[in-house]
DNA sequence: GGACAAAGGGAAGTAAACCG
DNA sequence: CGGTTTACTTCCCTTTGTCC
């Protein structure tokens, strides 16, 4: 890309150090991003509707992590569906719209008008940021205020904070002329300090000389008469209606303001729980895919809540840091049949397809405790929904049964878990794995009980795999791959 | 034809969960 | 508690399509 070429002489340090060393395209790399890679035939570039589009929905769901851009994803592939324009993909989108935000800051301190495009980009990465976009609190002095005002008793009012201001003074000192400041007091209120030019008033008083104590007078007495009659200007009933009439219009517009915040507070509260509704319904919809996908493959599945409560859960961190990952996964499943990989499909209707799955598991004779015996040996720790039960009853099998670490009967394996290849997730990493069928299942733990049969090194395309049986009955020291264990970092 | 855009993917780093 | 593993992110590169 452009943009990443002109990176090339970025900032980012140490870590593009170390990444650029092992940056270059090695010839593996070449070699399979001979096949696929690049452009995909077909796209089209973004229309500016489209991208307004994407920034009107960044600001709307406000995505931090993935999770907030798959939202965005979905939400944005339905409406491109409906209006006819191309389906994109979450990387691409969220690349795309930090490319516009980009665009939109340099637009920001450039000269010329601000599109509404980078308008709405900033408000959305404000949003984002959790900013509110209230106008800047402007305490500077206006530009058409004479230098020579005369002393004016005001009471100033930036941004509605009336109702903070407690204390309003005269001040004469000079190196604040001609400036109002808002000052905080410790008591959290505000003390507006109106200044103002006054030649003799500006000094100190010293002692006069007896020359100059006539002039000196008769300076003082103007200087008083001068202050004198600001004040009674100042008080005058009519610059008290003035003010008031002021005061009542800068309460009106902060409380127009307030009610403002509040509405799009509102609207951002209502709006981020239709997004959390949508993405509870098509988890639903995704784990009960995945049921059906066990249903047509021959397994039982079955609501278990009521077998699984004896045994002590993960905490409720992991609980939920679990649940948010097996609902971000993306998965791929290897289809005997086809022969070939096949992304999970939509059931039908799945309360009328498991039925008769329920109805035959119902009428087993296997008793409660076998059950959980079972579902607990295969999964090591308690979940709640769903569960797979096989018959014959698996191994016990657990996460460091894997065969890239510790022994593992692979007749066993094979027997019992059908591998399948699965990217490892949807942001663009680039780990492929090998995992057991029950992989295919969300689990509460969000590990996935039986991960990982051995990943893939990365310069290895998928042409290199071996028959997945052969993976599975080869003992890990003879894996072609090796160890198939990740390094973790080197840094750590 | 060249510049740019879009997309796929590799490598590395990091946080956090899990297990013995 | 330390090692292991997974999920996630960022940076960077390459390939290929689109546009001018």
């Not at 103002?196 to 008083?224: E, I, L, N």
């Not at 902060?254 to 209502?270: C, F, K, T």
């Amino acid at each position: 890309m452009a943009d990443n070429k002109e990176n090339t002489s970025g900032p980012s340090t140490a870590k593009r150090a170390k990444t650029s060393k092992a940056a270059p395209p090695s010839a593996a790399s070449k070699k399979a991003s001979g096949s696929g890679h690049g452009r995909v035939a077909g796209s089209q570039n973004y229309s500016e509707s489209e991208l307004m589009q994407l920034v009107k929905l960044a600001r709307s769901v406000r995505p931090i992590s993935m999770t907030g851009w798959s939202k965005v994803h979905q939400l944005y592939n339905a409406w491109a569906e409906d209006n006819n324009f191309s389906l994109r993909d979450v990387k691409p989108l969220k690349a795309r719209y930090d490319k516009v935000h980009g665009d939109a800051l340099v637009k920001l301190t450039g000269a010329g008008e601000m599109p509404e495009l980078y308008r709405l980009a900033l408000d959305a990465e404000d949003a984002i940021q959790g900013r509110t976009h209230m106008g800047v609190l402007d305490d500077e002095p206006a530009d058409n205020e004479p230098a020579d005002v005369k002393p004016v008793i005001k009471a100033e009012n930036p941004a509605g904070l009336q109702k903070h201001i407690s204390v309003i003074s005269i001040s004469s000192d000079d190196d604040e002329s001609g400036s109002a400041k808002v000052k905080k007091e410790r008591d959290g209120q505000y003390m507006v300090v109106k200044a103002y030019h006054s030649g003799a008033a500006s000094t100190p008083p010293k002692k006069p000389s007896s020359s100059a104590k006539a002039s000196s007078a008769r300076s003082g007495v103007q200087d008083t008469r001068s202050l004198a009659l600001s004040l009674t200007t100042a008080l005058s009933p009519a610059a008290h209606e003035q003010r008031d009439a002021a005061r009542f219009q800068s309460q009106l517009a902060a409380g127009e303001i307030a009610a403002l915040r509040e509405e799009n507070s509102r609207l951002h509260d209502r709006d981020h729980e239709r997004v959390e509704v949508i993405s509870r319904l098509e988890r639903d919809k995704e784990i009960l895919s995945m049921q059906l996908d066990f249903v047509k493959s021959g397994h039982n599945v079955f609501d278990s809540n009521m077998h699984l409560s004896s045994t002590p859960g993960p905490s409720g961190h992991d609980q939920a840091r679990g649940r948010r990952k097996s609902m971000e996964r993306a998965e791929i499943a290897w289809d005997n049949d086809t022969d070939d990989w096949q992304m999970p499909h939509e059931p039908d209707d799945v309360s009328e397809l498991l039925a008769p799955e329920r109805d035959m598991f119902e009428d087993r004779s296997i008793k409660q405790e076998q059950i959980e015996t079972d579902t607990v040996n295969a999964y090591d720790r308690p979940f709640a929904n769903p569960v797979v039960h096989r018959e014959p009853s698996p191994p016990a099998y657990n996460h460091h049964d894997r065969i890239g670490a510790t022994v593992h009967p692979p007749e066993l394996v094979t027997q019992h878990a059908t591998p399948f290849l699965r990217t490892d997730n949807v942001a663009g990493s680039s780990k492929i794995g090998l995992y057991s069928r029950k992989q295919t299942l969300p689990m509460q733990d969000g590990r996935g009980f039986g991960e990982a049969a051995a990943f893939l090194t990365p310069s290895r395309s998928l042409n290199n795999l071996p028959p997945l049986t052969n993976v599975f009955k080869t003992p890990v020291n003879d894996m072609p791959w090796g160890s198939g264990t990740q390094a973790q970092g080197g840094s750590q």
